[in-house]
């Protein structure tokens, strides 16, 4: 039975393990990277954390598009299809939520409130 892509994604064939595992790694470092940065703004600020999710779905939506993928859950049941942008921004998005990440939390103190 011969294997099928549904999809756009950066590889061709499932064989190519190297691109498959570059694409995976992408979409795990933009989600990584959003849920990092949301999760830091609850802490920080929490209830104002709700103004960084937005932010938070651009960087995931950067990392889809790179990779061809589709919003997840959301993307096929809406009809919402992401251009293909280059797989070097879904890097950058990642970079960018880890950057903003770090400017929130770089004088949080490690020691509980007491």
Avoid: K
């Amino acid at each position: 039975m011969p294997q099928n892509l549904d999809r756009r994604h950066l590889f061709t064939d499932p064989l190519q393990v190297h691109l498959v595992l570059a694409e995976y790694s992408l979409q795990y470092l933009a989600w990584i990277a959003a849920g990092a940065l949301v999760g830091a703004a609850f802490y920080r600020w929490e209830g104002g954390g709700l103004l960084v999710i937005p932010l938070g779905v651009v960087i995931v939506a950067l990392g889809e598009a790179a990779t061809g993928d589709a919003l997840p859950l959301i993307g096929e049941r809406l009809g919402l299809a992401l251009p293909q942008i280059p797989a070097v921004a879904a890097l950058g998005a990642a970079l960018l939520g880890a950057a903003l990440t770090w400017m929130i939390v770089r004088d949080v103190p490690v020691r509980n409130r007491a």
